[in-house]
Nanobody
Framework: QVQLVESGGGLVQAGGSLRLSCAASGRTFNRYYMGWFRQAPGKDRELVAASDWSGGSTDYADSVKGRFTISRDNAKNMVYLQMNSLKPEDTAVYYC?????????????WGQGTQVTVSS
């Protein structure tokens, strides 16, 4: 098990940038795939970006490719999501999550979420 705490959300104008951070507890952090999910009101939770243990293999939702970048610092037990060129449709609660099983599924450790609001 790993405990996750997100930070860095807020209100930003369209075209702006935000960087989300996720602090993880536990000595086995570098064994986990890490992902960022988001959930907008009335919509299903979706996987936005994911990274393997090294950061060498990543995956992004089509809607954020070229705008969002996931990175991790295993020495600090941190995961980041750099979000550029933000759009109003990026507005959602963003969750950090960990999976021991796979890059795209098996996420069963979740943070509490951080709100991102993009104004037009």
């Amino acid at each position: 098990q790993v405990q996750l705490v997100e930070s860095g959300g807020g209100l930003v104008q369209a075209g702006g940038s935000l960087r989300l951070s996720c602090a993880a507890s536990g000595r086995t952090f570098n064994r986990y795939y890490m992902g960022w999910f988001r959930q907008a009101p009335g919509k299903d939770r979706e996987l936005v970006a994911a990274s393997d243990w090294s950061g060498g293999s990543t995956d992004y939702a089509d809607s954020v490719k070229g705008r969002f970048t996931i990175s991790r610092d295993n020495a600090k037990n941190m995961v980041y999501l750099q979000m550029n060129s933000l759009k109003p449709e990026d507005t959602a609660v963003y969750y950090c999550a960990a999976s021991i099983r796979h890059l795209k599924w098996g996420y069963n450790n979740w943070g509490q979420g951080t709100q991102v609001t993009v104004s037009s």
